[in-house]
């Protein structure tokens, strides 16, 4: 069984002392790939490093969180915009909107989002996106910019059935982590009404582990649980779920 985790902060210092044994441990249940979302400028370098490290294993992403949107925003999006020119990246993330911690600066982090969007077009890479209590936000930047070429996945989707539904109109993936296996987490009610198709796996490490994990760091070898969860949801095996997402997501990150 090949599992992708598309959406991972390895590179966290959540993992300083042990993160070659834990990309190990992932690769042994199968985890042979981990896409690696950038959060901002203090990101970059050990993001890259870790790249270098583990090249077969760990591939970077280049973008700005919308947490790190400040008023000066412009200076970290020139980077981002910089790298992107610079070298290869498997996709223009982590980007979007969130409201839960702070809504000061919406303005900011919607025009961050549209400059990035415009960056993805350009450079035809996928995007990913953060959308925390942001959901319509979100859905309408990337409504009004969709032309046919923009792909990419709503990362950590935990919306409604509707939602999906509209994210898959906008020919879109849904990234589904630890949340699938909460209690409370609401995608039972949506992963029974989605295809396959429409999704890729993530931990988002190192943060929402799994159950019985949760509230520790999560690390990529919880994927399997996930993995589980969305089968027992999907009436699927596990094996199609790992087959499935696996393609979805190599083939929208090398497409
Ligand atoms: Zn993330």
Sequence with gaps: MILVDSHAHIYSEKFSQDRDEALARALAEGVEKIYMPNIDHTSIDVMLETEAKHPQQCIAMMGLHPTSVDKDFEKELYLVEEWLGKREFAAVGECGIDLYWDKTFLP???????????????????IVLHTRDSFDETY?????????????????????????SKVKELNFLMGIGGVATFKNGGLDKVLPHVQLEDLVLETDCPYLAPTPHRGKRNEPVYLPLVARCVAELMDKTIEEVADTTTRNALALFNG
């Design 140 to 164: 309408d930047i990337i409504a009004a910019a969709q032309d046919g070429t923009l792909r990419g996945i709503f990362h950590c989707f935990s919306g409604t059935p509707e939602q999906a």
């Design 108 to 126: 900011q982090q919607q025009e961050a989002l549209k400059v990035q969007v415009a960056l993805a077009k350009k450079h035809s890479l996928p």
